[in-house]
Protein backbone atom coordinates (compact mmCIF):
# COMPACT_ATOMS: atom_id res chain seq x y z
CA UNK A 1 0.00 0.00 0.00
CA UNK A 2 0.92 3.43 -0.62
CA UNK A 3 0.35 6.58 1.75
CA UNK A 4 1.06 10.37 1.47
CA UNK A 5 1.21 11.84 4.38
CA UNK A 6 1.49 15.79 4.88
CA UNK A 7 3.34 17.43 7.79
CA UNK A 8 3.38 20.92 7.68
CA UNK A 9 4.72 22.07 4.66
CA UNK A 10 6.65 18.65 4.03
CA UNK A 11 4.90 15.99 2.29
CA UNK A 12 6.66 12.45 2.16
CA UNK A 13 5.21 8.93 0.40
CA UNK A 14 5.51 6.17 2.09
CA UNK A 15 5.12 2.36 0.96
CA UNK A 16 5.02 -0.59 2.67
CA UNK A 17 2.96 -4.14 2.68
CA UNK A 18 0.80 -3.93 6.31
CA UNK A 19 -0.76 -1.63 8.64
CA UNK A 20 1.66 -2.18 11.40
CA UNK A 21 5.03 -1.12 8.61
CA UNK A 22 2.97 2.05 7.90
CA UNK A 23 2.92 2.69 11.53
CA UNK A 24 6.33 2.41 11.85
CA UNK A 25 7.32 4.63 9.35
CA UNK A 26 5.19 7.74 10.07
CA UNK A 27 5.80 7.34 13.80
CA UNK A 28 9.90 7.46 12.89
CA UNK A 29 8.85 10.54 10.15
CA UNK A 30 6.92 12.48 13.03
CA UNK A 31 9.27 12.12 15.63
CA UNK A 32 12.09 13.10 13.79
CA UNK A 33 10.02 15.92 11.38
CA UNK A 34 7.22 16.94 13.64
CA UNK A 35 9.11 20.13 14.87
CA UNK A 36 6.82 23.05 13.01
CA UNK A 37 8.38 25.76 14.96
CA UNK A 38 10.89 26.85 17.31
CA UNK A 39 10.38 26.65 20.75
CA UNK A 40 12.70 29.64 21.30
CA UNK A 41 11.25 32.20 19.73
CA UNK A 42 7.68 30.49 17.53
CA UNK A 43 9.65 30.62 14.29
CA UNK A 44 8.09 28.95 11.33
CA UNK A 45 11.50 29.43 9.07
CA UNK A 46 13.51 26.43 10.12
CA UNK A 47 16.03 24.58 8.17
CA UNK A 48 17.49 21.09 7.94
CA UNK A 49 21.46 20.94 8.51
CA UNK A 50 23.80 17.92 7.86
CA UNK A 51 27.20 18.54 8.75
CA UNK A 52 30.39 16.05 8.65
CA UNK A 53 33.39 15.58 11.26
CA UNK A 54 35.69 12.59 11.45
CA UNK A 55 33.31 10.03 9.22
CA UNK A 56 30.15 11.30 11.59
CA UNK A 57 27.61 12.94 10.20
CA UNK A 58 25.31 15.01 12.56
CA UNK A 59 21.64 16.01 11.75
CA UNK A 60 19.81 19.51 13.55
CA UNK A 61 17.30 21.74 12.28
CA UNK A 62 18.38 25.12 12.90
CA UNK A 63 15.75 28.52 13.41
CA UNK A 64 16.93 30.74 10.61
CA UNK A 65 15.33 33.44 12.78
CA UNK A 66 16.95 33.12 16.49
CA UNK A 67 19.63 30.34 15.93
CA UNK A 68 18.48 27.75 18.16
CA UNK A 69 19.04 24.22 16.77
CA UNK A 70 17.77 20.85 17.75
CA UNK A 71 20.46 17.98 17.25
CA UNK A 72 19.86 14.18 16.53
CA UNK A 73 22.51 11.75 17.62
CA UNK A 74 24.05 9.23 14.77
CA UNK A 75 27.09 7.78 13.96
CA UNK A 76 29.15 5.67 10.88
CA UNK A 77 28.32 2.90 12.82
CA UNK A 78 24.34 3.30 13.20
CA UNK A 79 22.30 3.96 9.57
CA UNK A 80 19.67 6.03 10.61
CA UNK A 81 19.95 9.22 13.41
CA UNK A 82 18.34 8.99 16.33
CA UNK A 83 15.37 10.58 17.63
CA UNK A 84 15.61 9.33 21.12
CA UNK A 85 18.65 11.44 21.46
CA UNK A 86 17.57 14.72 20.56
CA UNK A 87 19.56 17.26 21.97
CA UNK A 88 19.83 21.13 21.97
CA UNK A 89 22.76 23.28 22.35
CA UNK A 90 22.36 26.85 23.05
CA UNK A 91 24.63 29.34 24.24
CA UNK A 92 26.57 26.56 26.18
CA UNK A 93 23.58 25.16 27.57
CA UNK A 94 22.67 21.58 27.22
CA UNK A 95 18.90 21.14 26.83
CA UNK A 96 16.73 18.87 25.49
CA UNK A 97 14.28 18.70 22.75
CA UNK A 98 9.99 19.64 23.54
CA UNK A 99 7.23 18.28 22.31
CA UNK A 100 6.17 21.44 20.02
CA UNK A 101 9.50 23.28 20.03
CA UNK A 102 13.21 23.21 19.29
CA UNK A 103 14.32 24.35 23.07
CA UNK A 104 13.56 23.22 26.31
CA UNK A 105 15.87 23.73 29.37
CA UNK A 106 17.04 20.70 30.77
CA UNK A 107 15.24 20.88 34.59
Given at each position: MKLNYKL???TVEFEADTVRETFN???TFQEVFGELK???????????????????????????DCGARLS???????EDS???????KENGCQTKAG?????????
Open positions: GNLQLACGKCGSENLRFVVRENDGNEYYEIRCNFGANKRVSPNGKTQKNGIVKPNN
